[in-house]
């Protein structure tokens, strides 16, 4: 990681505070200061919170001038941006206030002023922990639609078992569709354990761990959705997030089916997590009303760089054209997917991937797409049979 690339956000409600905290990040030679907010979030989507998931910065200093309202701008920012480490200056120092602020998200706590030479120690423990990450992190691939039945779990699987044969790859399929998933009946598996025990073990998970909640299927490691239905539990995002760590170091690339109902703070947390996040609809009126809203809501999160739009069940004589469909979702087109319904009910029926099941135009789209959102070269002598658009 360039020390450039090192960004910091500022809240503080003293115009004094902003400034000598900015002067003193400026002096380290490690990172600048992009965004400075002067209230703060009491809400995901005010003003303040919206402007630092924009700028996305990798380290936010808090000055905890109010505890309560400090505290909840905590919340807020580690639920929007889970991966953008947070700094705390404050006056008071004991040690209940501190455990507070960690349970809050907060990495890092300061007395007030913050010491020169301290601010400097933890802006490098930041770079040193993301270079050593950097290093072994897989990529996550987010997979939803704005409509149900749209194929976007039939899309989360076949991008998972396309990639599985590529060199040193080990993928993962994650099932958080909910409330209760498909991807276990979709791959004729029983499995012993699910989403929940992993959530439930969040605190203690490693790789060792995770590898033995999973279920095996053509060559992926798949972690279905709960067997039954159930509410979400309190600190469930939370607990997600910390899995999702663990997952990112075990897996070289991750996919996750993930409904678009799901709660705002799961899409905020897991499209941060993201590397890409893939929009699945279909070229038709209902599926394309859908989509739009749920793109808007996905941008004002910040995510827009994110987004891949994948076109389901696509045909040379569909009545909207692939210019009017971006033009009404604002977005460009990034991939088709050939209609081929009855070859992926047979599939399902099966309980084998279309893209291991047999070599049709629709197996050979999956496995283009999954290569290129993995950026993976595909081998020369398998490039006969893949056609790249």
Not at 77 to 89: G, I, N, Q, R
Not at 267 to 295: C, D, F, H, K, Q
Not at 335 to 352: D, F, M, R, V
Request: charged share 20%; aromatic share 6%; net charge neutral.
């Amino acid at each position: 990681m360039a020390l450039t690339e090192i960004v910091v956000g500022i809240l503080s409600p003293s115009a004094e505070t902003r400034e000598m905290l900015s002067i003193q990040v400026s002096a380290t030679g490690l990172a600048t200061v992009e965004v400075e907010a002067e209230q703060y979030c009491a809400s995901y989507g005010d003003r303040w919170a919206r402007r630092f998931a924009e700028v996305r910065p990798n380290i936010i200093i808090v000055d905890m001038e109010d505890v309560q309202q400090a505290l909840q701008t905590l919340h807020v920012l580690h639920a929007t941006l889970p991966e953008t480490w947070l700094f705390v200056s404050s006056a008071a120092n004991d040690s209940q206030l501190i455990i507070e602020t960690m349970r809050a998200g907060a990495r890092e706590f300061f007395p007030k002023p913050i010491p020169p030479r301290t601010l400097a120690q933890a802006i490098g423990r930041y770079i040193s922990e993301k270079q050593l990450r950097q290093k072994n992190v897989g990529k996550i691939y987010c997979i939803t639609s704005g409509k149900g039945g749209v194929g976007a779990t039939t899309v989360s699987i076949n991008l998972a078992t396309s990639l599985a044969p590529a060199p040193d790859t080990q993928v993962a399929l994650i099932d958080l569709s909910g409330p209760i998933g498909d991807t276990a009946a979709q791959l004729s598996i029983k499995p012993q354990f699910t989403i929940s025990d992993v959530l439930a073990s969040a605190s203690r998970l490693d790789p060792v761990l995770l590898e033995s909640f999973m279920s095996r299927a053509h060559g992926v490691a798949v972690l279905p959705g709960p067997k039954e239905f159930q509410p979400r539990q309190e600190g469930e995002a939370d607990a997600l997030a910390k899995a999702l760590e663990v997952v990112a170091r075990t897996y070289t690339h991750t996919f996750i089916d993930l409904s678009s109902f799901a709660d705002k703070e799961y899409l905020r947390m897991i499209g941060g997590m993201a590397a890409n996040v893939v929009v699945v609809s279909t070229p038709e009126l209902p599926s394309l009303w859908r989509t739009e809203r749920l793109l808007r809501f996905l941008r004002a999160m910040g995510l827009n760089d994110k987004l891949r739009l994948v076109i389901n069940r696509s045909r040379k004589k569909d009545e909207i054209s692939d210019s009017e469909i971006e033009q009404v979702l604002k977005h460009q087109i990034y991939w088709k997917l050939p209609n081929s319904y009855y070859g992926t009910i047979e599939a399902i029926n099966s309980g084998s991937p279309v893209a291991s099941a047999n070599h049709s135009d629709l197996a050979h789209s999956y496995r283009d797409l999954a290569y290129k959102l993995a950026e993976i070269t595909i081998p020369e002598k398998r490039r006969g049979l893949f056609r790249f658009k």
